[in-house]
């Protein structure tokens, strides 16, 4: 094995860290690699304490992001995670919400002053596998797609090639997931669902392209923790109505697409360093 691996995550707000990668940081962490999350944003606009949403009278955006900060440290400590980088960034709402001309926001923010910030913890940390959202930002979220656009712009500063992986949930397990996620809700809950247009998203990767398939199961409890320490968050996780047997089953595995990378495969690799022990 080689003397030092470093493994570091690009994520939008507090709490993707533990929904989208927990698996396989509080895995690295076991296995002996150096583990860095890079969070963008403070996440001002997720709920306040006791579910008030952004747009409720009450909801102030400052004391949120004071609250999330604590509980993203909370699930760095579940997750073992080494070194955890706030790059201080405002939240950006959702695509369309007037949040999103802040020009202190993360998505106003220009890239090339976002991406030398990233360039600069990644040339200090030299992390040999790098993982982060795709295009899209897995979901739609400005946030999630500043995060991907800052992190490819960050590997041009660099003077070596890291191996780049995008999250991914295979359309096949997708399929799945919204038949378990129906099972799990009432019929009228169902029914607003299929009205609503985020959440009838087709967020499937075609499964011929997911070039890596991490069994978890052995840390889907603190992975199931660490979900639990953003409790301001949880209001409809369907993670954790699901209960923590359930969700070991139905959460066992993280996937990933390999986006940049030194080396070929043509297979499905189960360890994101396979190619650096
Ligand atoms: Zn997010």
Redesign the pocket.
């Known amino acids: 094995m080689s003397e030092s691996l470093t493994f570091l995550a690009v994520?939008?707000?507090p709490?993707?860290e533990a929904s989208s990668s927990g698996g396989v940081f509080r895995l690295l962490k076991d296995q002996g690699v150096r583990t860095v999350l890079v969070t963008c944003t403070n996440g001002e606009f997720g709920d306040a304490v006791g579910g008030i949403k952004p747009d409720q009278p009450g909801h102030d955006p400052d004391a949120v992001a004071i609250y999330r900060k604590g509980e993203l440290e909370d699930s760095c400590k579940i997750l073992g995670i080494d070194r955890l980088v706030m790059l201080g960034y405002r939240d950006s709402g959702m695509m369309g919400w007037p949040q999103n001309d802040d020009p202190k926001c993360f998505w106003s923010t220009p890239l090339e002053e976002a991406a030398e910030k990233l360039a600069a913890i990644l040339n200090e940390e030299r992390p040999q596998v790098i993982m982060t959202y795709n295009e899209i930002g897995f979901y739609g979220?400005p946030?999630?797609i500043q995060a991907h656009r800052i992190t490819l712009s960050a590997l041009d500063l660099l003077d070596y090639q890291p191996t780049v992986y995008f999250n991914a949930i295979p359309a096949s397990v997708f399929a799945r997931f919204r038949e378990v996620i129906e099972e799990s809700q009432t019929e009228e809950e169902n029914d607003e669902a299929r009205e609503s247009e985020e959440e009838q998203m087709d967020l499937g990767t075609p499964d011929e392209l997911i070039g890596a398939a991490i069994d978890v199961t052995s840390v889907a409890d603190a992975k199931f923790d660490a979900l639990q320490a953003h409790s301001s968050q949880l209001d409809e996780s369907f993670f954790l109505r699901m209960g923590r047997e359930r969700f070991k089953e139905v959460m066992g595995t993280e996937w990933f697409v390999r986006a940049v990378s030194p080396f070929a495969h043509d297979d499905v690799v189960t360890d994101l360093f396979v190619d650096y022990r």
């Open positions: 994520h939008a707000h709490d993707d979220h946030d999630h």
